[in-house]
């Protein structure tokens, strides 16, 4: 019969707990760690006055302060459970070994198998060192200690000179012979007991039959409430709805604000005396636009509380008002959750291949970055978010009194750049011309140049250099990313001064025909453009976009355009034309290779089906070779007969 020992200290439980932390523990810190070293703001960024200070509120926000500090719920669990790691790793080391097996040749210093003479002749050795009339006590040592060592020793030698005892020790390990089982159980006796069983009953149905079920339908039903683009299912739905062909700016901006009924929530803590200001001052600002905007929102004419603060809080962010710090959170919440609403709305209208309300969606991206109230032209005349959008506006700046802020303006130059399109081409791989239905890339070539004249004049002159590079193009063509590798700067952080969060430039990437109105292929989000550099020899980025050629043959004449998700009405639109050459266009060689990869083996199930459609097939070398054998066969059978009639 077994017996039990249970962990009464809790030192195997420990180390139990011990090990599930650290297999938790470990990944989430590194990952924690990854993600705020490249949270910190390496990047150099734009350094004007209004961009400096906003970078300064973003880190006080994320970082918060010293009597309230701001920390997520990812990391509070770290601490804790480093902590409780910690703790149970010292309490692991300090914890005395219990139900240590006794061993007489270890307590002697002796190996197994010696003699009874050398036990005897340790035995008067150790006698002389450790007996406690020629010890004197020390310190660290008392008199009952060094009484206590000699009894060990004594009890030890008188062990293993009983031939008996040392027998049962040297055959069973025990100076008693044969011993029961003894299994040790990682277990406080206290669990077990009796009079403890409800309550250990309770905790296991606290925790088996209530919290983890409501933990995984929590899960659950929050998983299907949302879409793959992390919004509501309502919210997208709304916004399958609402989107039409012909959308413009003023649709996009209402499915917008329609969204937030079901993404935020009516907190209470929102003062309706500051929002009723507020709608006042827009109002003011705006006139009959503004009731306009909230009947197009509104169902019925009627907005939802939600959808009422939401709009407030957008155009307080179009119009620069200063709010409250009540109830600033809350609009800085709002304003950073409108990217991952406007993506997918953008999907919805490029899944759909509508040009118009694809590019009114983009175009608001950068409007809700600079804070650029939409389809208007012009912006508040203390900002420098129209950088950009017209060329005197460049050329004020150059002169360095744009605005009677010389200093600023400057510091905004220096660090605003244009997008340069080095090279824009289709190719396909291995391929002369481009044949129907075949897999086509829109090749492009990018980089920035800085609006400096030095630096806009150096661009421009190397501009046609990096094209040159051919094995350049067909390695990154042959491969399986769709931007090449990125060399030198990428550019810091843009000038946004309105925007409460950290940004870079990206630019939407849109092949389409204006004439239908149609997107061509689903766009394409280029980022990380390198700023041009004079000293390196294609200083630029790749990029391709991967489609199936149309299967008419013909010139098509469509046109790429290129929208900034920073900067108002920073865009680029060219003409580009893919023309369909006909298969007979090919060489001879070029068709043989073409028919060699289209046309199945007969052997195959593929060149089996291709020839029960009527289709034409490759016959196998294996199958010719057969057959001739098979009708020589067959002919020396005919001549080997005849021989023998001939004979007869």
Not at 90 to 114: C, H, Q, T, W
Request: glycine share 6%.
């Amino acid at each position: 019969m077994a017996n039990y020992h249970y962990d009464e200290a809790g030192t195997m439980a420990a180390y139990f707990v011990i090990t599930v932390l650290a297999l938790v523990l470990i990944p989430m810190t590194l990952s924690s760690l990854s993600s705020s070293s490249s949270k910190k703001e390496t990047l150099d960024g734009c350094q004007c006055q209004p961009c400096l200070e906003m970078r300064i509120r973003i880190r006080q926000r994320e970082q918060g302060s010293l009597w309230k500090p701001r920390v997520s719920t990812k990391s509070l669990f770290i601490v804790l459970g480093w902590s409780l790691f910690a703790f149970l790793t010292r309490k692991a080391m300090n914890a005395s070994v219990e139900g240590k097996v006794y061993d007489p040749f270890e307590i002697l210093g002796l190996r197994n198998g010696v003699t009874e003479k050398e036990i005897k002749s340790h035995f008067k050795k150790l006698s002389r060192l450790y007996h406690p009339d020629k010890v004197k006590a020390s310190i660290n040592e008392t008199a009952e200690d060094i009484a206590a060592r000699f009894v060990d020793i004594t009890k030890a030698y008188k062990s293993l000179t009983d031939e008996t005892i040392r027998q049962n020790w040297e055959l069973y390990g025990h100076p008693d012979g044969r011993q029961e089982v003894s299994m040790g159980i990682a277990l406080p006796k206290w669990i077990i007991e009796g009079k403890n069983n409800i309550w250990v009953l309770g905790l296991y149905g606290l925790i088996f039959g209530g919290a983890l079920p409501a933990l995984v339908g929590r899960w659950w039903f929050g998983s299907r409430q949302k879409t793959k683009d992390g919004i509501n299912a309502l919210t997208a739905a709304n916004f399958f709805k609402s989107l039409k062909e012909e959308s413009g700016m003023k649709d996009a901006v209402s499915s917008l604000g329609r969204a937030f009924r079901w993404e935020i929530t009516n907190s209470p803590s929102t003062q309706q005396r500051e929002l009723d200001s507020l709608d006042a001052q827009i109002s003011e600002k705006l006139g009959q636009d503004w009731n306009d905007i909230k009947k197009m929102v509104g169902t019925d004419g009627k907005l939802d509380e939600r959808e009422r603060k939401a709009l407030i809080f957008l155009y307080s962010h179009f119009l620069h008002l200063q709010l409250p710090s009540s109830i600033e959170r809350e609009q800085t919440d709002v304003i950073l959750q409108t990217p991952l609403l406007l993506n997918a709305l953008l999907n919805i209208a490029a899944s759909r291949s509508w040009l118009s309300p694809t590019l009114s969606v983009m175009r608001l991206h950068a409007c809700m970055v600079q804070a650029s109230l939409p389809e208007k032209e012009g912006s508040p005349s203390d900002d420098f978010s129209s950088l950009g959008r017209k060329s005197d506006a460049v050329k004020d700046i150059m002169k360095g009194d744009y605005n009677n802020k010389p200093e600023q303006a400057q510091k905004v130059l220096q660090n605003r750049c244009r997008l340069d399109i080095v090279d824009v081409s289709f190719k396909v791989i291995g391929e002369r011309l481009v044949t129907p239905s075949s897999i086509v890339f829109l090749f492009v070539k990018l980089r920035l140049c800085p609006l400096s004249a030095e630096s806009a004049a150096t661009g421009s002159a190397n501009k046609d250099q990096p094209g040159s590079s051919n094995d350049r193009d067909d390695e990154f063509l042959n491969s399986k990313k769709d931007a090449e590798d990125l060399e030198g700067n990428a550019g810091g952080w843009a000038h946004a001064p309105f925007w409460p969060g950290y940004r870079k430039a990206g630019w939407w990437l849109v092949l389409a025909d204006d004439k239908s109105n149609r997107i061509v292929v689903p766009p394409m989000k280029v980022t990380d453009i390198p700023v041009s550099n004079s000293n390196q020899d294609g200083d630029y980025r790749s990029y391709k976009l991967q489609f199936q050629a149309p299967q008419n043959v013909g010139l098509f004449t469509w046109k790429i355009y290129f929208v900034s998700d920073t900067f108002v009405d920073e865009e680029i639109c060219r003409d580009i034309s893919l023309k369909i050459d006909d298969v007979a266009a090919l060489t001879a060689d070029e068709q043989a290779a073409e028919d060699d990869i289209s046309e199945p083996e007969e052997d195959t199930l593929a060149g089996q089906m291709a020839a029960m459609r009527g289709g034409s097939v490759k016959r196998s070398q294996g199958g010719m070779e057969q057959s001739d054998d098979e009708s020589s066969t067959d002919d020396d059978r005919d001549s080997e007969g005849s021989t023998d009639s001939d004979s007869d």
